[in-house]
């Protein structure tokens, strides 16, 4: 049977070293996948591939070694099991995501959820550039977000909801950036230094630390490889809905302005990143109104 060529063109069938076989990449956002699907995907292995499967630092599946012939029933069974064909080109890829608040202590943010909504929005568009989108609910950073084209970030930040701080000290061991200061008898915060995880407000045992509400930090232009790079801070924004809005304004930045084969972080300042980031920052106010008045009692630390 003649492979239809089409079908190369297509994200996610990658030619292996052996020209006459082929590695299939899923779509699993987050790498979240039911034991029914898991069960689903080995048997689809079994039947199409050699019988193995690769985890990949995407989160995602690869079913390797599989015959070119065959990838049209096999593209059938994956998206009835509600796997479907991914993607690797120049275009958005499967987006990963930690835990988040489903299941992490430290988490701040829904990172599952939000990496759904990116996925059911823009997974797969194409782009002069390959796009990766990575959500960590803390600044932990466990999905390495920073590392990616889009990051966000899950960040709170703390502050003093009175002046009932016995100075015990308890947050400041708590605090690995050491942004944490007792000073005469009560606690204060060196800004530059801290990262807004919220970790110090969980011990304090008289309540009074709090933090903010959840707020999501987005990057651009960070990327892993041969020279790796971190992304820089494009806005924090207060509820998923403006993330939606503002990754697709960076997308769409990116699809008028950046160059193909050239890597996204190599580009920002030619594309002309400052002018976006304050474009962006003139649209969602609330950056400038931040941090928000608290009541008369408490104190930013
Ligand atoms: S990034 Fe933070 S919230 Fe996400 S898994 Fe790691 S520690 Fe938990
Ligand atoms: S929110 Fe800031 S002060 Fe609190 S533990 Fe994190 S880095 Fe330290
Ligand atoms: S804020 Fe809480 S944990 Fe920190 S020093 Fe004051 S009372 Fe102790």
Redesign the pocket.
């Known amino acids: 049977m003649e492979v239809d060529p089409r079908l190369y063109s297509r994200g996610g069938i990658i030619t292996e070293r052996d020209p006459e076989r082929c590695i299939i990449r899923l779509r699993i956002p987050a790498g979240m996948a039911t034991p029914e699907q898991l069960i689903g995907i080995g048997k689809i292995a079994r039947t199409y591939g050699d019988g193995r499967v690769h985890l990949t630092v995407r989160q995602t599946i690869e079913i390797p070694g599989v015959d070119p012939n065959r990838i049209v029933p096999m593209l059938v069974a994956l998206k009835d099991n509600g796997t479907p064909l991914g993607s690797e080109r120049q275009e958005i890829v499967n987006v990963t ?5 489903d ?7 829904d ?1 599952l959820a939000l990496a759904k909504e990116i996925d059911t929005k823009f997974f797969g568009k194409e782009l002069p550039v390959k796009m990766r989108i990575a959500i ?8 390495s977000e920073r590392m990616n084209e889009i990051g966000i ?2 960040v709170r930040q703390p502050y003093r909801d009175h002046d009932a701080c016995t100075g015990c000290g308890t947050c400041e061991k708590y605090c690995r950036e050491r942004a944490i200061i007792i000073k005469r008898g009560a606690v204060d915060l060196d800004t530059n230094r801290c990262m807004e ?1 919220g970790i110090c407000v969980l011990p304090c045992p008289f309540e009074v630390l709090k933090a903010s509400e959840p707020r999501f930090r987005i990057t651009v232009g960070g990327r892993r490889g041969r020279h790796p790079k971190v992304g820089r801070e494009l806005i924090t924004v207060s509820d998923p809905e403006k993330v939606l809005e503002i990754v697709g304004k960076i997308i769409k930045w990116v699809y008028e302005l950046a160059s193909s084969d050239e890597l996204l972080p190599e580009q920002l300042d030619e594309l002309g990143f400052s002018e976006f980031k304050q474009t962006i920052r003139d649209q969602y106010e609330e950056v400038r109104n931040w941090p928000p008045e608290q009541d008369e009692e408490s104190d930013l630390l």
């Open positions: 995501a930690c835990m988040g608040t299941h992490c202590k430290y988490a701040n943010i990172s960590s609910a803390c600044p932990n950073g466990c999905a970030t899950g995880c």
